[in-house]
């Protein structure tokens, strides 16, 4: 584990990832950073406003304010800095969004976990779990009595899914992750009339969570968050296939929350196995010179 | 050590720290509870209350029946056939003594009328009063109850909440019940969780609102097709329509509710009707199952709809309650409606909506601050003093279905919960149920209210033990003895009967009200009590809870050694009658003046 730092080389970042916002839901940034938050804050309010989705914007608001004030004061303890607001603000609108509690302070917790699991947990210089699916799987699994995942909102209803739909797949094909969330997908539908058929259940029901909210924001947002995905497109690919194939076990046993307790496991596995590659393929760049020096020496 | 290593570790104990929050949480601020188990001589002495369960002993064996559907839902028969157990109070034959009205479920099932023995007892009499067989083929099924003199003679009539024909029966002084269904004019078929009598517009007779779950369009027992599901889990709004049924005085009723402003397609599983707005006029107050509760404000006969507003329609859960209790001695009625909270699976919690001071009507939900959050897969709920202490206690029933102890139906259940309104509306869709339970086996929860503003469970330690699926509860005393015992109607269980002993030194007081310009069952009007210093205030109800309906007459709880000041009575006919000179330990009979 290694303190963070403010510039990362190439090895630590994807070269595809100009400005990466470092969030847990995040909306990869091609255009404005402030793009993102406005997006998703659209979303929040027009689901709201519709369909009165968030339990209260109090709620809300207190997730997003602690997420603000962490990064601001571990980002100027150890970066010396004032970080970007940007990344946090999306972290903590994220936790408002995927967190159900009827109490407060599992939206302060969540986000206080979130945003400093990105400093407490890093190897190599790098955060290693998608900051809000850590603080939301956290909170699911030490907080079961107070908390619940977001699994049954917005309405239910065709419209807002295209919405969702149609413009969550143009972002992430604007910032060339839509390979990530098809991939994703397809492998889910088929995994699904799977277990459909392992199950006996109707394949309706296997499908039914990705037409649902939680989904929607996960395969555009969460999976495709450039800072914790890997940088080759096959990697990518290949990433999401096994979260799919992961969740698909998750599931067999009644997993409510597979596809979070998939990415929570599945993406530092293979962030893991990207630095080991890549520390592998440096070492063996060097190896020729030093093989070279010492036969000068010899 | 460098400046870095110390901000390193500091973030890693920062971390570890929060970590251990959640921990912290559930350790330091679990919900009151008592440990230990029933033990009556314990419970008198700590809690000043204990409860024997004595249906048996009562001569009562009652053991509900669910309906069984059309075949296409025979997946997930469990779940909607899950509803149905009801009970209510009345005192059919104005003889003095509460009796119990049951509904049955199944087709060909019979409901209850025990008629009250005075000894103890209980002897079904519904039978030769003509109101046990009501559930037979063609007609659907009964899924509750509730008692009002319609046509103001004096004897309380029934009208029988249906999935299938609504009917409506004239309670012929005591001696029988006949059917005037076709008489009222009631539409064919209404599939209906909920109904309360109540007069809205303060003609003297008494109205009746009827909240439909399923549509009305839906024979549950000869489906077109599978489609009859929410549409939603949350946002709902392709359920049964509401009816607002003016009485126009000769047995007819007239339905009104586009008139009067009430028009909803939520799917509606409890109501309660009191005058929360301070009009005069009762307000009516909707909990509906996958969407927002409703609040129809009574402007002198004409309601709008302002559950937003009043903060109470803002958060939509899974309505299935609705109770109104002062719990706060201070003349203000408070509103519990129960949802569903499951660990680690939804949280709803359930609400406590209590007044806020100004003038206009607003809501908090305080039920995570006064304890009475989380009661698991919660229905009905009943405030009632249990101890006599002066403060309003809390009785919940819960559990959904309780199958298979160790297999559940919860992951399935959010698959499909969370899916698109094409998917979770065909039940075709479901996965079948197979012997699981989900939510079953709940201990019930009895609040004790410690009028300091928290509520602490005791239901294990008084003798609340059974984990059946608990439906709808209502309290009445029936052996009039100054005690509220509690009723509760569970779904394919038996009907129990918590007898309720009170410890020695508390008092109490109680008010059976007749109208004369109101509608003679007096529903609707309220007393407030003034004794020591508090004030309390409590109403003659037409239907609450769920599925329930409490005794009319009124029971008040009054400590040691009370000095009562005054009882003041509100009339529904807006006459204000003040009560001096009130002895603690009786039971006053008050005809409006």
């Known amino acids: 584990m290694s303190q963070p730092t403010a510039q990362q080389s190439p090895t630590q970042r994807g070269a595809e990832d100009k400005t990466p916002l470092k969030t847990g839901l995040s909306v990869p940034n091609f255009i404005n950073p402030f793009l993102p938050p406005i997006f998703i804050t659209l979303i929040l309010l027009v689901g709201n406003l519709s369909f009165g989705i968030l339990e209260s914007y109090s709620k809300t608001l207190l997730a997003i304010a602690t997420a603000i004030g962490m990064e601001m004061a571990l980002g100027r303890i150890f970066l010396r800095k004032w970080p970007h607001p940007a990344s946090s603000y999306i972290t903590g609108i994220s936790v408002g969004i995927l967190l159900r509690s009827p109490a407060f302070w599992p939206y302060a917790l969540c986000s206080a976990l979130s945003i400093t699991s990105k400093y407490a947990l890093r190897f190599r210089g790098r955060h290693i779990w998608n900051p809000s699916n850590f603080g939301i799987c956290t909170m699911l699994i030490l907080a079961s009595q107070a908390v619940a995942g977001l699994s049954i909102q917005w309405g239910n209803n065709l419209a807002s899914l295209l919405v969702i739909w149609v413009l969550g797949s143009v972002i992430v094909w604007r910032a060339k992750r839509f390979h990530v969330t098809f991939t994703y997908v397809v492998c889910f539908i088929a995994l699904s009339f799977l277990r459909a058929h392992i199950t006996g259940d109707p394949w309706q029901s296997e499908i039914s969570p990705i037409t649902g909210p939680m989904y929607q924001l996960f395969i555009f947002f969460m999976i495709t968050d450039p800072k914790t995905t890997v940088r080759s497109r096959l990697g990518r690919c290949l990433v999401a296939v096994a979260i799919a194939v992961l969740e698909f076990f998750f599931r067999l046993d009644s997993s409510i929350y597979a596809p979070l307790y998939a990415l929570f496991w599945v993406g530092p596995a293979a962030l893991l196995i990207q630095m080991m590659i890549d520390s592998r393929r440096a070492r063996a760049s060097l190896a020729p010179a030093a093989s070279g020096a010492e036969t000068v020496q010899i | ?593």
Not at chain 2, 129 to 158: C, F, H, K, Q
Not at chain 2, 260 to 266: E, L, M, P, T, Y
Request: charged fraction near 20%.
């Open chain 2, 1 to 593: 050590m460098k400046k870095s290593s110390i901000a390193r570790v500091l973030v890693i104990l920062l971390f570890a720290a929060l970590l251990a929050v959640p921990w912290m949480v559930r350790h330091f601020s679990a919900p009151a509870k008592t440990a230990s188990g029933p033990d009556a001589h314990a419970a008198l002495a700590r809690y000043g209350f204990s409860l024997k369960e004595v249906s048996h002993a009562s001569g009562i064996d009652f053991v509900h029946q669910a309906p069984t559907l059309d075949p296409k839902l025979d997946g997930i028969m469990p779940e909607v056939a899950s509803m149905g157990a009801s009970v209510s109070i009345v005192d059919y034959n104005r003889d003095g003594w509460p009796d119990i009205y049951v509904t049955n479920s199944a087709i060909g099932s019979k409901n209850h009328l025990y008629r009250n023995n005075h000894d103890g007892t209980f002897t079904d009499v519904a039978e030769q009063m003509g109101i046990a067989d009501v559930n037979r083929p063609g007609t659907g099924v009964s899924m509750g109850a509730v008692w009002g003199d319609y046509d103001n003679d004096g004897y309380e009539d029934l009208f029988l909440i249906k999935w299938g024909k609504p009917e409506l029966f004239h309670n012929d002084h005591g001696k029988h019940f006949t059917r005037v269904t076709d008489q009222a004019g009631f539409p064919p078929w209404i599939n209906a969780n909920t109904a309360v009598w109540f007069d809205y517009d303060h003609d003297g007779k008494l109205d009746l609102f009827v909240g439909g779950y399923y549509p009305e369009d839906v024979d549950l027992w000869h489906l077109r097709d599978t489609r009859m599901m929410p549409n939603s889990f949350e946002y709902a709004n392709n359920g049964g329509r509401k009816y607002l049924f003016h009485n126009l005085g000769n047995g007819h009723f007239e339905e009104v509710s586009a008139k009067a402003g009430i028009s909803s397609r939520r799917w509606a599983l409890a109501c309660a009707a009191a005058d929360l707005s301070g009009t005069g006029y009762p307000d009516l107050f909707v909990a509906n199952d996958y969407g927002v509760s409703e609040l129809f404000i009574n402007d002198h006969g004409h309601f709008h709809e302002a559950g937003k507003e009043a903060g109470v329609g803002f958060a939509p859960k899974s309505g299935m309650n609705v109770s109104f209790g002062d719990i706060f001695d201070q003349g203000k009625l408070s509103i519990y409606v129960s949802n569903i909270s499951e660990e680690d699976v939804l949280i709803q919690g359930n609400n406590l909506w209590v007044p806020e001071a100004g003038p206009a009507l607003k809501y908090v939900n305080m039920a995570r601050d006064l304890g009475v959050e989380l009661g698991g897969w919660s229905f009905g709920a009943q405030f009632g003093d249990f101890n006599n202490d002066g403060n309003l206690d809390l009785y919940l029933a819960n559990g959904y279905i309780s199958l298979d102890r160790h297999r559940s139906y919860w992951y399935d259940f959010s698959k499909v919960a969370g899916g698109n309104s094409s998917i979770i509306g065909d039940a075709a869709n479901w996965p079948a149920f197979n012997g699981r339970s989900l939510s079953g086996y709940q201990q019930k929860r009895l609040w004790l209210n410690d009028g300091d503003g928290k509520f602490v469970d005791v239901a294990q330690a008084v003798g609340a033990t059974d984990t059946y699926d608990g439906r709808a509860v209502a309290l009445a005393d029936l052996w009039n003895t100054g005690a509220l015992d509690i009723i509760v109607a569970n779904q394919r269980g038996p009907l129990l009967i918590y007898k309720n002993t009170v410890a020695p030194g508390n008092e109490w007081i109680e008010f059976s009200l007749e109208g004369t310009r109101s509608n003679r069952s007096a529903i609707g009007a309220q007393i407030t009590l003034y004794w020591d210093g508090k004030e309390q205030l409590q109403q003659v109800s037409g239907g609450n809870g769920f599925a329930s309906q409490n005794d009319r007459r009124v029971h008040f709880g009054l400590g040691k050694n009370p000095k009562i000041e005054k009882a003041v009575i509100h009339w529904p006919s807006g006459i204000v009658q003040t009560l001096d000179n009130l002895t603690p330990d009786r039971l006053y009979t008050v005809k409006e003046p």
